[in-house]
């Protein structure tokens, strides 16, 4: 019988859970956009997303997914021909590069493999050779959502910043925005890029790009701006409209404020991070058990390398496919697909799954999920150590 009827949780690594009240809120009619509320309330929004990132300097926003902003990215600071060194520790930095070829940039991929953070001896090395400076920019990602990896861009950016090469660091922070502690200024990021359906709890539409002063001096010579991504009018907009280059994203809007409004005035930011920290943790401890004696296994060995908002792990094929059928299927439960770990033709693709922990999600949320996992091993008869859910509610309990 399927005990699946219910509210559904979907506990993949974005979208994440939107709450109701961001829903609800958007749940309006169509505002004025030529004057009024709308305005103020875009305003506002400005700041408040530059707290998110513990930033004092200029952002956009878009109307785009990701990878809309992954464009904004490189075709605001590069131009054809420029050389770029790409961090890799998953797969997004590849799919990002992957783009980066097809804008005519010059590529130099560095490839960390799929279960460990950039290397900073490395990146050094290849900065310190790069005697001309040819690098113009530097991408990676904080969190790699297929890996699960969480780089450490504090270090990074010192080891940038230590060899003195003025190449751009630019940083994907989608999977990590409001759930893994990021600090823009502090850091030294020229660059960031976000979305709103991770950390920000609001649907897939708005794309979040900050940038410093040395960004907004490279537009000044970047041959790949194209009109309507270029982050000049969405900084100085001299009519409403430009902001977004066309009508505003009114709805997203609505929502986004109203999410802004849950993780700062309410939540609070360091609180918010704070929460995803201890639901990771609850979540490794359930592993860690179910992985005694079994194939099940965490991607990321160092729990220092882990990501808070999203947990890759594995077992013998098929059970991760299988696992993932009964959990949707038979308890309302969605977990995420593994992400270029193996190829979906090559049978191993079914030993990979991850568990997203990031946005709107609590305790009960987070237990409610792990117990559903157990059950599921049961059901199928999945090897499995036993005492998972006890060491997670343990975590839980001395929160
Ligand atoms: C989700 C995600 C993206 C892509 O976002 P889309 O909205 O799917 O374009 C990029 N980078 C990372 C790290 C992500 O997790």
């Known amino acids: 019988m399927s005990l699946g009827h219910g509210r559904h949780y979907l506990a993949i690594p974005g979208p994440s859970v939107m709450p109701d009240r961001v829903l609800q809120a958007m749940h309006q009619a169509a505002p004025n956009i030529y004057e009024g509320a709308l305005h103020e309330m875009v305003d506002g929004l400005f700041p408040d997303l530059n707290r998110v990132a513990k930033s004092s300097e200029k952002m956009a926003i878009y109307i785009a997914n990701g990878h809309g902003t992954w464009e904004a990215a490189l075709t605001n600071t590069l131009s054809r021909g420029d050389r770029i060194l790409a961090l890799a520790t998953g ?29 900073l001896n490395q990146v050094e090395e290849k900065l310190r050779a790069d005697k001309d400076r040819n690098y113009k920019a530097i991408l990676v990602t904080q969190t790699d959502t297929a890996s699960s ?42 660059l960031m890029v976000a979305g709103s359906q991770k950390g920000l709890m609001t649907p897939p539409g708005l794309g979040f790009m900050y940038f410093n002063q040395r960004v907004i001096e490279a537009r000044e010579k970047a041959d790949l701006v194209t009109p309507y991504w270029d982050l000049l009018p969405r900084i100085n907009p001299e009519v409403f409209y430009e902001y977004f280059y066309g009508t505003a994203p009114t709805h997203h809007l609505f929502g986004l404020r109203e999410a802004l409004n849950m993780l700062l005035l309410e939540e609070g930011l360091e609180q918010v991070w704070a929460r995803h920290a201890k639901l990771s943790q609850a979540v490794w401890a359930a592993f860690e058990a179910w992985g005694k004696g079994s194939s099940i296994r965490l991607n990321i060995r160092d729990p220092k390398q882990r990501s808070h908002s999203v947990t890759a792990a594995s077992m013998d094929a098929p059970y991760a496919t299988e696992l993932r059928r009964w959990t949707e299927h038979k308890a309302g439960v969605t977990l995420g697909i593994g992400l270029g770990m193996a190829d979906p033709s090559d049978p191993t693709y079914h030993g990979f799954f991850r568990v997203a922990h990031m946005g709107h999600v609590n305790a009960h949320m987070t237990l409610g999920m792990l117990a559903v996992i157990d059950a599921g091993l049961k059901a199928l008869k999945i090897p499995h150590g036993e005492g998972a859910t006890e060491a997670a509610s343990q975590i839980i309990s001395l929160a």
């Open 149 to 190: 990896v969480r780089n450490d861009i504090a270090s990074l950016s010192e080891c940038i910043h230590s060899t003195g090469h003025p190449a751009l660091l630019m940083v994907d922070c989608m999977a990590s925005l409001a759930c893994d502690p990021f600090e823009m200024d502090e850091w030294k990021v020229d």
């Open 91 to 119: 797969r997004f930095v590849v799919f990002w590069s992957n783009m980066a070829e097809r804008l005519g940039l010059d590529v130099d991929l560095v490839d960390f493999g799929k279960s460990a953070s950039v290397d």
